[in-house]
């Protein structure tokens, strides 16, 4: 068997050019569908750290759904390494002293967003060929995350909880491949499975991501809807059940 250093050899370098390729700005524009009131980040270039254009997220949020695709069975399958592109690997404060294995090549930044400044723990693998961490073997074979089972939300949210607007007002919570998959860098093998079997929901781990989603909403005093979402996943895991259809949680 490969070991991980022979793996990675065999990596193909990373070309691929992502939507944000700052993980702060993806989470904030995430956060904002989900958001009770505008979002405004004071970006920085990552490379000089001048400031660029102001980002102002602001969507109309008029009700927020659960779809039944966020309880399908997520495999990430061997040989995929799709999630590990080049982008910033980005933790709160209060993540990086609990989540994270290994520390080397974080730095603190500010970011400024709705006018206030706060610090976050920031590792840029914008530059680099393949992720830093994409270092170990995963149970099921192939490379893994060194990081896991906490590694940046950004990472750990893509493909499994989504928040998109389909439609003007409305922000659906769901699973989903990747968007442009046919076009990515290797190819995206995670699959996606309907499931009768209650207990291969994963309910908890869905939740431990719309948790992460709040504590970084409650680390840049954004105020959201997602413990509504939450409340109706712990509902749902009790009553072993799960929606047949989008299911409305919160509505202004």
Same mark, same amino acid.
Do not use: A, I, L, N
């Given at each position: 068997m490969p070991t991980p250093d022979e793996l990675r050899a065999q990596e193909i370098e990373r070309t691929n050019s992502v939507g944000h390729a700052d993980s702060i700005e993806k989470i904030l524009y995430q956060l904002a569908t989900v958001a009770k009131h505008p979002i405004v980040y004071e970006a920085k270039s990552l490379r $000089?750290?001048?400031p660029l254009k102001e980002r102002r997220y602001a969507p109309p949020v008029n009700a927020v759904a659960v779809t039944p695709s966020l309880f399908r069975k997520f495999t990430c399958v061997p040989g995929c390494t799709a999630c590990c592109q080049k982008f910033t690997l980005? @933790? $709160?404060p209060k993540e990086f002293i609990y989540a994270t294995k290994h520390k080397e090549g974080f730095e603190a930044r500010e970011v400024t967003v709705n006018g206030k400044t706060y610090e976050m723990c920031t590792n840029n693998q914008n530059e680099n060929p393949i992720c830093d961490f994409l270092r170990v073997e995963k149970p099921t074979g192939g490379l893994g995350c060194d990081q896991w089972p906490l590694p940046p939300l950004s990472c750990a949210s893509a493909p499994q909880v989504q928040f998109i607007q389909m439609r003007p007002g409305v922000t659906y919570i769901l /699973? /989903?491949?990747?968007?442009?998959a046919w076009a990515m860098t290797? $190819?995206?093998?995670?699959?996606?499975e309907e499931v009768d079997d209650f207990?291969? @929901?994963d309910i908890p781990g869905i939740i431990e991501i719309i948790n992460r989603f709040q504590n970084w909403a409650d680390h840049f005093e954004i105020e959201t809807c997602l413990g509504e979402v939450s409340e109706f996943l712990v509902s749902c895991e009790e009553q072993s059940r799960r929606p047949t259809s989008a299911t409305f949680v919160w509505a202004p």
């Open positions: $000089t750290g001048r980005d @933790y $709160t /699973k /989903k491949p990747f968007g442009r290797p $190819t995206p093998q995670c699959t996606f207990e291969e @929901y």
